[in-house]
Structures are given as structure tokens and as C-alpha cells.
């Protein structure tokens, strides 16, 4: 573990002390309570290899003293001063081979007022036992000693008797804790260990444990309010408190079931009511929401589950770890993530004759989960604490809304506890109304003629200038017109009346965009369909739309049943003939349908969502004025026609007098032909997907300054966004389904900016919602719903689904909201973070998977060219794959291979390193120019020779594999297996590393053991380590001198509730007994 972990498991307090104060007494004070209890007398040092507890005699504890008296009058000033020095004592290492595990510090801020500081380490001591410490130092400067002065009992003897040692019998012992692990195993079957809170940044592979802390305070009203509530239905009001923490874990993390650890003191037996140790346990208590439960019953059902917390408390949580487990996570603690405290105020009542004393905890700057809610029940009634959070996952702004929402939920909790728990408002009244307007990207300015007529205008105006080419022929406005003029007549006479769909069956061109605006001009339905697409595919499509007339490439290519209707496109798309007449103008109504775009469906079938030429125009007028695009624009269209963002690439230049360069299919498929084709003379703007704009700049095309670079259709990698932004280009990244009419939000893309998807586009207004439509507020998930004009008209023949998805606008009567199913996150600076599907999570062992974080990592390694990763076997064994395009052929050779492990386990948590990685030629691209995933499985070469076992090579190698072997008593071990996968488990990867120390010379960080737990990676550690092993001369209980090897900062394990109890393999000896191998909880 690393040296944070060390410092986050020390207490602080400090007493400030006013009166006229005898030092000398304080300090024989304090000398005293550590002689009293052995806790503060005991070190921890490596004997005979196996760390061991040594109680160390005569142990003296220093108070050196530090004068603040000549800083100025100013108090605040003092206290800045005091709570400075404070925090930099808190965080100061220990030295954990030495006592005492406590040290104090004395500010003097003027003759009649002082500040004590004490530290002290969580090995040795827990919260009531830091009260018992200050309890007796106060006694003894007194002068009357500890009341009751009878020899404590001291941990060692706790501990022996908590493990079953023969020294203390208990009878009931086996029984009690085969009963407690009978409770776990049951209780928490089944229940997740990994609770997701949304992020403000990436989590560290490692997990850092620095941390702050936002207040939280209920006045005594409300505090009252609780109590009497919490007694009127017979519960406490640690279980009302605990259920609206709860809910706002559950709705922010999007869980219905989740774990929260509860500090439990551990003490029911009297004769621990004086000793000094870390006696506490941290239980696991289960949260189960999926029966979506009222408030009230909520309340109820925490209150029962915390009876058989509290009844089986006594199971050290080292123990639960390996009943239950867990997969190593060293970038979160394990079991849980979250915690709970509730308990009395101490800081108060503690004043001696002549000096008055006031009891303050200290924040250390640490945090051992994720977040956790303490509070203290102060003597007026009042309830305060604060909210420890996480700081390298979480701003402090988020940790305020946080706490804001506890308040939030309790005032529905008295308020009306038969609200369910989805339907509670986490945002409060009165908010909806500012976080929909918030996401309102403004009126469009004027209305704008439809798109046929907007062209016809524009040809009247410019009729000379270039309108659209391809690489076979060009035509300006006024040609273009007379072409869509002839073929809406020819469409007419082949049957396409005003309202009838025209599936248009072609290669991108010059002819396919004529076929488009021809069907429009006849007063059509424009049907797009790609001639790529699989044959079943297209059937489909046919059959769904039932077109009147089919524009393809040959009629006689087509099956029997198409060809009474099919029409070619190059007799559609003829210049006139002589003497024909301009054939009558239909006049659609905005309302009417524009095209049918199909899309896939969760069923297997294509879907048809119907696309106004309102929904059309609107979304025209609002993006190319957001792009500035005008008549000096030439556009690349670079997407298939049966994508509809194609539409922005062939119509987006056409309404504002520039011009469309349509690129053949083939320019996606070509790195090279791609480049060139962008590094054309007069090119202004292109649009792609992430992975075409990959691909040309894999072939070293860079746009020069002025381009306008448009970039959608599928999630941007970070690492993509931060080599566009690197450009002259002005780089935007486009967010928008098919329903909602092309795109509905725009981000620009900026150098050093997260990766977001911007804002509304003018005239189209997002909301966050839950479930129930309700706002959702920043930094919480929910699903984006976007409404304005671009909001479809529905689903070609499938009212229930149509229904379904577009649903009434609840904030503004009479309008629609389209259902994305995207899961999206509001951020403080109001832009829109993408999260991921509501129905396409990705789920690893319990773990939510983001796959472009994976593959952002992945194309991040040395030699990689282009990547992408994948779930296999996502309803079995669910394990992630990743597939590498390589630069050269370096990633042939199983130790290039290794090196890319290492270089993952540094760059993602141990739950996102793909377990199996495949060399494969090029990334699999769909025809929309998005990855295609299904396409990946079974494709490439699985690097580091597949699944079969290698064997150790090296010496070193053997070494540490003769170990394993020895530990895990399997005749062999392959040298990229895992130490856990083969049934390896926290106490023995402490004895692991212990007698490599001692055989091998070689002391190995935890940490770095547990980032990659393999004979390969442990045997390279090895061979690099010089063998010298730092010691220093100690004493043992009997006086002997001892060589024991200090333990480092980095010797703490990464199992367990931050400072890592369960690792550590401790002995304690009791006089007159052999040293007894013991594990204690933390």
C-alpha cells in the first residue's frame, strides 16, 4: 500500500487547553498512560519473518513544545496557524517498528491558553480508546490517577481471546464465530462490492486515500424532528440517518443494492471497558432496494439488518474479506467503498479545575473509502460531523451536493415516508424549473423555409456556383435544380405520388443527392438505403418502408419482386428532355414526413423512425449557423447515405450557397486515399466518426488552419479528442440519436478540456432525468431526454414503441421528450458529460466498464497503432479483450506483450486490464464508419501464447515460483497466472512477500505486488532489487537485542477499510507462552 495509506490511519485530536497549565505535569501525564497501556508501548517488526507485535518497557513519549505566542493578536489567525501545524503532525509518517505509536505536540498561544496535539496510529488504538487516553491524561495531570486504577486489560489478551488463543478459553468461541461467518456467507450472497458514485475524475489505479471534508449540520429542530419520528415508528434515529445516506448513495451510484460499512466499537464485554487497542470492526451493512421500497420501509427493513450486524460484529473483517472473496481492487477498498458513523459528542465535558478544555478531532487530509457520513450528537440536541470524501475522485463542490441531498431526502423521509425511493427528489422544490432551463440552447432566430424550397431559393440567387461534385462530374445551383426538376417528374410518372416513399438504393454521388432532393420535390418520403448493407438487411428495410419506387444502380440486379418499381438511377438523374415542362411544385406541410432513416433494432430487426421536414429544417438552420458554414464552404461527405448524419454532410452546404464534395465509399476504407482527399484544395469542412478521423491521422494527414472538423456517431476517446485539439482545425465533437434529428448537442473540443458533449444546439432544449422524469442534479447520473423541434415524429408502425420512447414533456404541456436511453451526467460548468447506454452496461465481475477508457489506454502503449476492446462472454465468464493494431510487427513476442501488461496495470485499475489481448491487422469498421464490436471475437492472434501455461525460465523465475508453490500447495505455477486466481489471499501474499525478504533478499512493496500478482512480474522485481534489507537494532520484551528489518510505508496490504489489518500476520507475546500468530480486524 502506498505511503497515504500509512497516514490516513492515524487519529489526531486537539485539546485546547485555557488556563494556566503545569507542562511538567502534562507531560508525566501523558508518560503515564502509555506505561499503563502495553497498545502504546507495542511496535511492529519483522521477527524470523513473520511480523510480529513487540510490547517494548520503559517506552517515553516526548511533548516538545512550539510558540505561537509572538504571531499577533489576531485569533483567526492563531487558529489558522494551530490547524496548519495540526494537519502537518496528522500527516507526518510513522515509523511503525518503534514506540510509541503516539507522539504529542504543545502549542503555546499565550500564557493562559495552549494547544495539545496528539497523534496516534489505528494499529494501536480506535476512536473510544483515544477517549480513554485523553480521559486518563486528564486524570493523572490532576493528580487522582485513572478512577478505578485496576490493571486494564490490555489488547494482547483481547486479541488472544478474540481468535479462539488457548490462553484465555472461551467455550462458546467455535460456536459463536462459525455462527457469525454462517450470518456473513447468507447475508451477503449475492450482494455487489463495488459501489460506482459518479466521479469527477478518473480512478487512480492505486487507491491514494487523500481526502477532505465538507461540514454537515442539522440544526436542533430538524434534529429533533428526527428523534421524534425515528421514535414514533419505534426505530433510532442512527437508522433514519443512515437510510437517507442510503438513498443518496443508491440514486447518485445508480445501485439498488449496495454494501455500507458501519464502525462498530466491539466492546460488549465489561472488562474491555478500559483497554486501549484497535478494537473496532468495520461491518458490511446490505442495502437491498430492488423491490424499489418506500422511505418508511427502507427504514424498517435497515433497522432489522442492523440487529445481525450488530449480533455477529466479532468477525474480524480480515476474515469476511476471505469468506466473501472479493476480486483484488487495489483501487478502492474491498467489500464496501462507503461508511457510516453515528455516535455522541465527546468535545464537550472534559473541563479540570482552573483550566477549561475543549475536545477538537483533527482532519488528517485523508479519506480510507470513497465517502463517508460522520456524525455526533452534540449536547444541545443539535446533530453535526462531516462528509470525508475521496479528494482525487471528487471536488468538493460535488461533496457539497452530497450533503446537500442528505437533507433533501430527510425532509421527504418526515415529510411523507411512503414516497418509493425512486421516486424521491434528490433535487428539492422549486429546482426543476432551473436545471431545464439550464439546458435550453436558445431560440433559433428566425424560421427558415424548408429544405427543397431554402435550395431553389439559393439557385436563384447563385445559380453559377459550384453546388455539388463528385469525382465523375459537377453541378452549380441552377443545373442542380433542373436535374431535381426533371427527376421529380420522372418519379411522379413511375408512381411516386405526394406522400409516397422513394427508397433510394445507390452509391454515394452526385446522382444519389439529385435522387434525394428529387424525392422532396415530388412531394415524397426520401427512403436511404445502403447498397453495402447485407442483402437480408436490405430486404428488411424494403419490406418495412413498401416503397413505391426503388431508385437503384440496375433494376435488373434486383430480386423479382422489386423490379415492377425499381427505376435506375442514372435514367432518373438524366438532364431533361427537350421539350419537357416543369412538372407542379407539391407543397408538404412542415408536419409531413421528410424520410424514414432505419436504424438497428434490439430485435434484430431494423427500426424506421419518420423525420419531418420541420424536424429537418430546424436542425439545419440551427447548426450551420452554430458552424458559421457559408458560401465559401466545400464540404467532404464522407458517410454513407443510410446514416443520417449524412444528411448534414449533403444538404448542410446546399442550404447556406456552399458546396458538397461527395467522396466514394471506398475513402473511408483507405488511409491514404482518405488523407489525400481532405488535403484537397478548398476543403473547409469534413465530418466522420472517431475511428475514420483515427485513420487519417494515422496516415499523417493534419488539417491545415480554418478547417472546420466535425466529429460524431459514436463516443470520442479521450485520447482521439486530445490529437484533434492539438490542431489549427476547429475541432467539434456532435452528440444527437437518429430520433431527434441528426445532432442536439455540440462541444467544441478544446486542448487540456475533458471530453464532453456540450450543450443543446439552438432551439433544442436536454434534461437529466431519472426514471420518473424527474430532474436529476449535477454530477448525479441519468438519462438525457431531448426535446425542441428536432424531436421526431415516431417509429414507422410501432405505436407502443413510439409511445415508449416519446413521451410528454412534463415541464412544457402539449410538447414531446425523446427517451435517448443514453446515460448522461450535468456538470457544474454546465456542459454534458456521456456516461454510457441505459441498456447496454458493461459489467465485469460486479465492475461498470467503460470501454473507451480501456481502449484510450490502449492505444496510449508503446507501438500501438489503433485499438479496441470488447466484453466476451458477457452473460458467462465475463472477461475483457482487447485487440491491437500494431505499428510494426513488435507485438509478436511474448515479452513485448508482458511489457504492454505492465503498462496497462500502471495506466487502469486492476478491474478494466483486459485479460486477454489479440494483434489484429486493422480495427473492424461498420458502414456508418463505427467500430464494430461483434465483429471483434475470434478475430487476430492472442498474444503471450493463448491460455496455456509458461514455465519459469529464469532463476529467479523458479525462485519465486517454488514459493508459490510452497504457499499455495500446487505442484506447479505458470509465470502469468495470478497469485489470487490460484486461490492466493491476503495473508499469504504477507507470508509471500515476507520469505522473499528473508530467503531472497528482496523486500517488494505491496503495492507493487498486488498491481500485477505474477511469478513473471515478482521475479523481474526480484532481479532488480540489490537484496540489501535496511535494519536496525531493536529490543525484544526480554531485552535482547534483535536485527529486524523496519516495515516500510509501502509494507501494508490492500485488503481491507484503508490501514490493512487483515494482511498483516501479527504475533503478540504473552508472558510465559510461545508468540501466538494472530489476525486482527480493523
Not at 281 to 296: E, I, K, Q
Not at 488 to 498: M, N, V
Not at 688 to 700: I, K, M, N, Q, Y
Not at 978 to 1001: C, N, P, T
Amino acid at each position: 500500500m502506498n505511503e497515504m495509506a500509512g497516514k490516513a490511519y492515524g487519529l489526531a485530536v486537539r485539546l485546547d487547553l485555557r488556563g494556566a497549565l503545569e507542562r511538567t505535569a502534562l507531560q508525566s501525564a501523558l508518560s503515564a498512560v502509555v506505561e499503563r497501556h502495553e497498545a502504546l508501548r507495542t511496535g511492529l517488526r519483522q521477527i524470523d519473518g513473520t511480523l510480529t507485535q513487540v510490547v517494548v518497557p520503559g517506552v517515553t513519549v516526548s511533548l516538545p513544545v512550539v510558540d505561537l505566542g509572538g504571531r499577533g493578536p489576531d485569533p483567526a489567525q492563531l487558529d489558522r496557524e494551530v490547524r496548519r501545524l495540526a494537519r502537518q503532525e496528522a500527516q507526518r509518517g510513522w515509523n511503525l517498528a518503534q514506540p510509541p505509536l503516539l507522539r504529542g505536540l504543545l502549542a503555546r498561544l499565550a500564557d493562559d491558553h495552549h494547544v495539545l496535539l496528539l497523534c496516534v496510529h489505528h494499529a494501536v488504538c480506535d476512536g473510544l480508546s483515544l477517549q480513554i487516553v485523553l480521559r486518563e491524561l486528564l486524570e493523572n495531570y490532576t493528580g487522582g490517577g485513572p478512577a478505578g486504577a485496576d490493571e486494564p486489560l490490555q489488547f494482547a489478551d483481547y486479541v488472544v481471546w478474540n481468535n479462539g488463543g488457548e490462553e484465555f478459553p472461551d467455550p462458546e468461541w467455535s460456536a459463536r464465530r462459525q455462527a457469525a461467518r454462517e450470518h456473513w456467507s447468507s447475508t451477503l450472497a449475492g450482494a455487489p462490492q463495488v459501489l460506482d458514485l459518479p466521479t469527477d475524475r478518473r480512478r487512480p489505479p492505486l487507491q491514494s486515500y487523500a481526502g477532505a471534508r465538507v461540514p454537515v449540520r442539522l440544526d436542533t429542530a430538524f434534529a429533533d424532528r428526527v428523534r421524534d419520528w425515528s421514535a414514533q415508528r419505534g426505530v433510532t434515529p442512527f437508522t433514519t440517518l443512515l437510510a437517507a445516506y442510503t438513498v443518496v448513495l443508491a440514486r447518485n451510484g445508480g445501485a439498488d443494492d449496495l454494501l455500507v460499512g458501519l464502525p462498530v466499537a466491539n466492546r460488549s464485554h465489561a472488562d474491555l471497558a478500559g483497554t486501549v487497542g484497535y478494537l473496532a470492526n468495520t461491518c458490511p451493512l446490505r442495502a437491498d432496494l430492488r423491490a424499489d421500497p418506500t422511505l418508511g420501509e427502507l427504514v424498517r427493513d435497515l433497522y432489522d439488518r442492523l440487529t445481525g450486524v450488530l449480533e455477529h460484529a466479532d468477525l474480524p473483517f480480515g476474515e469476511l474479506v476471505e469468506l466473501l472473496a472479493p476480486p483484488r481492487m487495489p483501487e478502492r477498498n474491498p467489500v464496501f467503498q462507503v461508511m457510516f458513523g453515528l455516535q455522541q459528542d465527546v468535545r464537550r465535558g472534559w473541563d479540570l479545575p482552573g483550566l477549561r478544555v475543549d475536545v477538537e478531532d483533527v482532519d488528517c487530509g485523508n479519506a480510507r473509502v470513497d465517502l463517508s457520513l460522520f456524525l455526533f450528537e452534540e449536547a444541545d440536541g443539535a446533530i453535526d460531523g462531516f462528509l470525508e470524501y475521496a479528494s482525487a475522485l471528487f471536488d468538493r463542490a460535488t461533496a457539497e451536493r452530497f450533503a446537500d441531498q442528505l437533507h433533501t431526502v430527510l425532509r421527504q423521509i418526515l415529510r411523507d415516508a411512503r414516497i418509493p425511493v425512486s421516486a424521491v427528489d434528490l433535487v428539492g422544490n422549486g429546482s426543476a424549473t432551473t436545471i431545464d432551463s439550464f439546458l435550453d440552447g436558445g431560440p433559433l432566430e428566425q424560421p427558415w423555409p424548408l429544405v427543397w424550397p431554402r435550395i431553389r431559393e439559393l439557385a436563384a440567387r447563385r445559380p453559377s456556383a459550384e453546388a455539388v461534385r463528385d469525382d465523375a462530374e459537377a453541378l452549380d445551383y441552377a443545373s442542380l435544380v433542373d436535374r431535381v426538376d426533371a427527376a421529380a417528374a420522372r418519379l411522379t410518372a413511375a408512381g411516386a405520388g405526394p406522400g409516397d416513399r422513394v427508397a433510394v438504393l445507390a452509391e454515394r454521388g452526385v446522382r444519389a443527392v439529385v435522387a434525394m432532393l428529387a424525392c422532396w420535390r415530388a412531394g415524397g418520403v426520401y427512403v436511404p438505403v445502403d447498397p453495402a448493407a447485407p442483402l437480408p438487411r436490405r430486404e428488411l428495410i424494403l419490406e418495412q418502408a413498401a416503397p413505391a419506387v426503388l431508385v437503384c444502380e440496375d433494376p435488373d440486379e434486383q430480386p423479382p419482386h422489386h423490379r415492377s418499381r425499381a427505376v435506375a438511377i442514372g435514367d432518373l438523374t438524366a438532364e431533361a428532355d427537350a421539350g419537357a415542362g416543369t412538372p407542379a411544385e407539391p407543397a408538404p406541410r412542415p408536419h409531413d414526413p421528410a424520410y424514414l432513416m432505419f436504424t438497428s433494432g434490439s430485435t434484430g430487426r431494423p427500426k424506421g423512425v419518420a423525420v419531418s421536414h420541420a424536424n429537418l429544417s430546424s436542425f439545419l438552420h440551427a447548426l450551420t449557423g452554430r458552424l458559421a458554414l457559408g458560401p465559401a464552404d466545400r464540404l467532404l461527405a464522407l458517410t454513407t447515405t443510410a446514416f443520417d448524419i449524412s444528411l448534414l454532410e449533403l444538404l448542410g452546404p446546399l442550404v447556406t450557397g456552399g458546396t458538397v464534395v461527395v467522396a466514394p465509399s471506398s475513402a473511408q476504407r483507405g488511409a491514404a486515399d482518405l488523407a489525400a482527399r481532405l488535403s484537397s484544395p478548398g476543403i473547409t469542412t469534413a465530418q466522420a466518426t472517431p475511428a475514420v478521423w483515427r485513420l487519417a491521422l494515422s496516415a499523417g494527414w493534419r488539417p491545415r488552419e480554418g478547417f472546420t472538423l466535425l466529429c460524431g456517431g459514436e463516443a470520442l476517446p479521450p485520447d482521439l479528442a486530445d490529437l484533434l485539439a492539438a490542431t489549427p482545425a476547429e475541432a467539434h465533437n456532435l452528440y444527437g440519436p437518429t430520433e431527434t434529428t441528426i445532432w442536439s448537442c455540440a462541444a467544441r473540443i478544446r486542448p487540456g478540456e475533458p471530453v464532453t458533449i456540450g450543450r443543446p444546439i439552438p432551439g433544442t432544449r436536454v434534461l437529466v432525468a431519472d426514471a420518473a422524469l424527474r430532474p436529476v442534479p449535477p454530477g448525479v447520473c441519468g438519462e438525457l431526454l431531448v426535446g425542441g423541434p428536432g424531436v421526431a415524429l415516431g417509429y414507422l408502425d410501432d405505436p407502443a414503441r413510439t409511445a415508449a420512447r416519446f413521451v410528454p414533456d412534463p415541464y412544457h404541456p402539449g410538447e414531446r421528450l425523446y427517451r435517448t436511453g443514453d446515460v448522461v451526467r450535468l456538470r457544474s460548468d454546465g456542459l454534458i458529460e456521456f456516461v454510457g447506454r441505459v441498456d447496454e452496461q458493461v459489467k465485469v465481475r460486479g465492475h461498470r466498464i467503460e470501454l473507451g477508457e480501456i481502449e484510450s489506454a490502449l492505444r496510449a502503449l508503446p507501438g500501438v497503432r489503433d485499438a479496441a476492446a470488447t466484453v466476451l462472454d458477457p452473460r458467462g465468464n465475463a472477461r475483457i479483450a482487447g485487440y491491437l493494431v500494431a505499428d510494426d510487427g513488435a507485438l509478436d513476442t511474448a515479452g513485448r506483450a508482458a511489457r504492454l501488461r505492465q503498462d496497462l496495470s500502471e495506466a487502469l485499475p486492476a478491474s478494466m486490464v483486459p485479460s486477454e489481448l489479440y494483434a489484429v491487422p486493422a480495427i473492424p469498421l461498420n458502414p456508418n464508419g463505427k467500430v464494430d464490436r461483434r465483429a471483434l471475437p475470434g478475430t487476430g492472434r492472442r498474444l503471450e501464447g493463448g491460455s496455456e501455461r509458461v514455465a519459469p525460465s529464469t532463476d529467479a523465475e523458479h525462485a519465486v515460483a517454488a514459493l508459490w508453490c510452497e504457499l499455495l500447495s500446487l505442484p506447479e505455477v505458470g509465470v502469468r497466472e495470478d497469485f489470487f486466481g490460484l486461490g492466493g489471499h491476503s495473508l499469504l501474499a504477507a507470508d509471500l512477500l515476507q520469505r522473499l525478504e528473508r530467503d531472497l533478499g528482496a523486500r517488494v512493496p505491496v503495492a507493487e505486488f498486488f498491481m500485477e500478482p505474477t511469478v513473471a512480474r515478482l521475479a523481474a522485481t526480484v532481479s532488480q532489487l540489490s537484496g540489501a534489507v535496511h535494519q536496525t537494532p531493536t529490543q525484544d520484551p526480554d531485552g535482547r537485542a534483535e536485527q529486524t528489518a523496519e516495515p516500510s510505508p509501502e509494507d501494508r496490504g490492500a485488503d481491507g477499510d484503508g490501514w490493512d489489518f487483515p494482511t498483516v500476520r501479527r504475533s503478540v507475546t504473552v508472558p510465559g507462552s510461545d508468540p501466538v500468530p494472530l489476525e486482527v480486524s480493523p
